[in-house]
């Protein structure tokens, strides 16, 4: 441990040496960054004497940007007789915006020690449960991210809890799908996603068992690190020392865990600065709460500085989404540029949203905007589906749902690596604890991991072996794919435990989707991009089509008249803010003839043909 601390306190020194050789003057920095033309809102927070402060931007607003020169500016006047700056976003994008842009200024230089440019996972990764983590649990063992379950961890009694079922059923859950969380302060347990989110009692000896085997998952590494600073707080002092200041990009996308972080390197006498929106806050399922941003600024006494000029939205579009979030400081980049471009809302009366791609189409060739600079943005994956065709497999239950799941990703959503690793786990879970994965886990780049790779490659590469959901009849497509999955074990080299038939069933079809097609896509495919809202979270796109369920926009409408701050609502924020030039919102049909005049008085302009 003291040569861990030595070490850390030399490489601090040594950064107090290293600035010294840097040449680019003050002044020149400052000329280089406002010959960028930033903003008066953006000049106050750059050059801010303050060493902490929230700056809450608006969405388009060029808070990433603002980010980025705020590091350089600070860096380059570091005051500090030791440590570096820190500068932490959520996204590998936001990190190669942030390189970029202190590269452009010729200051290459402040991306290395003692500086630290990169995302929250690698920082608690490098600084602290890389060099540290190990002592939570008392081994040698240096702790990584968990790659899954290895043969033999299934059956681990050590790596299992157990949670009530229906009946006296009792479900074993691995500890790899246990999720550490707080209830007020009380620390809480529950299950994964794929186990519904379901609370846990005395779940922390296995996780705790999955840490001594020198693994933790990426819902559970913060945790540890903030096991591990608070009870050894010497190391949060020294990395408050190492990083006296520390920038936080999209802030308001921070789960309890890295605010508990933030919080004891702040008592140690780090200075934070979080840049975010907290009406952008729409990761509510990773523990992320829209109050965490409101709530520190407080707690911490510290000024608040705005962005509000979007520098992606028109005035028109800014003007209506305004009234959605009620964030009335938020302002448009300009002038639409003719009569079309604004925000129209559409009555949808079709379960393909027919009416509003209709509508988008022809709006686009209105506002003269390029329909391969457009997107359908939706609330769910629900939407989407329904965009592309009518689905039945997702009645299909287990290793089935699966499969059709896997050839969904392939032909819809042009996903080979996502289809890859659902066949990939898939097989894994039908021939169990075969020697061959704990071979493939222990090299996996060996001539036999590699051509397990290859072979589940062109299985689902090849449309004759993962069928399409949309050939033939439900029946006819779990038949084939009984026999090709069968095919592939044997390629592979491994056996199943049980017979296929046992896994690959109709369980969950109605005898009439049995005789139909698994999926029906829509004739003719609408040529435009589709993703949800979180795919898109942080683009611009120069027209969006905005697609929801009643219930959803229902939701909204409650939310904007009581003046709560629900996801729903900053769900569809985000979602019309991504749009530079048109916006389109498709509202069902029983919406729209209920609210219709709501959305007028808002700003938004009814789409007819």
Same mark, same amino acid.
Not at 61 to 74: A, L, N, V, Y
Not at 269 to 289: H, K, N, W
Not at 531 to 548: M, N, R, Y
């Given at each position: ?79 500090? #007789?030791?440590?570096? $700056?820190?500068? =932490?976003? %959520?996204?590998?994008? *936001?990190? &190669?915006? @942030?390189? /970029? ?104 000896? #296995?996780?705790?068992? $999955?840490?001594? =085997?020198? %693994?933790?998952?990426? *819902?559970? &590494?913060? @945790?540890? /690190? ?384």
């Amino acid at each position: 441990m003291r040569s861990q601390l030595t070490s850390a306190g030399h490489l601090c020194a040594w950064a107090s040496s290293a600035r010294s050789c840097v040449t680019t003057s003050t002044d020149q920095l400052r000329d280089l960054i406002l010959a960028q033309n930033p903003t008066e809102q953006q000049k106050d927070a750059i050059f801010a004497e303050e060493q902490e402060f929230l700056l809450r931007a608006a969405p388009g607003s060029g808070k990433t940007w603002t980010s980025c020169r705020r590091f350089i500016w600070r860096a380059a006047n570091w005051h500090y #007789p030791v440590g570096g $700056l820190a500068l =932490l976003s %959520f996204t590998n994008a *936001a990190i &190669r915006e @942030f390189k /970029a842009a202190t590269i452009d200024v010729e200051r290459r230089d402040l991306l290395s020690d003692p500086n630290h440019v990169g995302t929250f996972d690698s920082f608690v990764e490098r600084y602290i449960l890389g060099p540290f983590g190990h002592l939570v649990v008392g081994t040698n063992r240096r702790p990584g991210l968990f790659p899954g379950p290895r043969p033999g961890d299934r059956n681990n009694k050590n790596l299992q809890v157990w949670m009530d079922g229906n009946g006296n059923r009792k479900i074993r859950i691995p500890a790899w799908e246990v999720v550490p969380y707080l209830q007020g302060s009380a620390l809480c347990f529950k299950t994964s996603h794929a186990f519904g989110s379901r609370p846990l009692v005395d779940a922390y000896r #296995p996780i705790h068992e $999955l840490l001594s =085997l020198g %693994f933790y998952t990426h *819902a559970q &590494r913060v @945790f540890w /690190a903030c096991q591990l600073l608070f009870k050894r707080p010497h190391i949060a002092e020294l990395l408050a020392k190492r990083f006296p200041e520390i920038i936080v990009d999209e802030a308001q996308d921070s789960n309890a865990w890295l605010l508990v972080l933030l919080n004891l390197l702040r008592d140690r006498g780090a200075r934070i600065t979080l840049v975010g929106d907290p009406d952008q806050c729409i990761y509510e399922f990773s523990m992320a709460d829209a109050t965490s941003l409101p709530n520190l600024r407080e707690k911490w006494s510290i000024p608040e500085k705005p962005l509000s000029q979007s520098f992606r939205c028109n005035n028109h579009i800014a003007a209506a989404v305004r009234n959605v979030v009620g964030n009335t400081f938020f302002t448009g980049a300009g002038s639409g540029g003719n009569e079309w471009r604004r925000a129209f809302v559409v009555s949808e009366t079709s379960k393909t949203y027919s009416d509003g791609v209709a509508a988008l189409k022809d709006l686009v060739d209105r506002a003269r905007v390029d329909m391969n600079s457009a997107a359908v943005v939706c609330r769910a994956h629900g939407q989407l589906e329904s965009l592309r065709g009518r689905v039945n497999y997702t009645n299909l239950k287990g290793k089935t749902k699966e499969l059709a799941t896997a050839a969904f990703l392939r032909d819809y959503r042009y996903d080979y690596r996502g289809a890859c690793r659902s066949i990939e786990g898939i097989v894994r879970d039908i021939t169990g604890d075969d020697p061959l994965w704990e071979r493939i886990d222990a090299d996996p780049k060996s001539p036999e991991s590699r051509a397990v790779e290859l072979a589940i490659w062109k299985f689902v590469k090849d449309p004759d072996r993962l069928v399409r959901v949309s050939q033939g009849v439900g029946n006819a497509w779990i038949m084939s794919m009984r026999a090709q999955l069968g095919k592939l074990i044997d390629e592979i080299g491994v056996q199943s435990a049980v017979k296929l038939g046992h896994h690959i069933k109709a369980t969950g079809l109605s005898p009439e989707q049995k005789e139909l097609p698994l999926f029906e896509s829509v004739d003719p495919f609408p040529a435009v991009r589709q993703d949800t809202i979180h795919q898109v979270k942080g683009e611009s796109i120069d027209a969006v089509l905005v697609i929801g369920s009643a219930k959803f926009w229902n939701s909204v409408m409650a939310a904007v008249r009581s003046g709560e701050n629900t996801e729903d609502r900053r769900l569809a924020y985000v979602a019309m803010t991504r749009a530079r030039h048109l916006l389109v919102v498709a509202l069902p049909q029983s919406h729209f003839d209920k609210h219709r005049q709501a959305w007028v008085d808002w700003g938004f302009e009814v789409a007819t043909r």
